[in-house]
């Protein structure tokens, strides 16, 4: 149960770390002004928006094939 709640937690963690590293790099690309970075803008908001989307529809799927619907406490 508790190495449950790290594994969860540095999941959580690494996706965070993630999703700004995603974030600042669409900065700079959207900052830089190359021909070739235009691709690599367009790759980073594509995945900025993606990776959110599935990392919510894993969590959703993951908690109806376990049937937790209540949360950690229990049922509400």
Known sequence: MILMKKLKRITALAGAVLLAGMYMSTLIFALLDRSETMGLLKASVVCTVLLPVLLYAYTLVYKITKGDGGG????S
């Open 72 to 75: 950690e406490d229990g049922p």
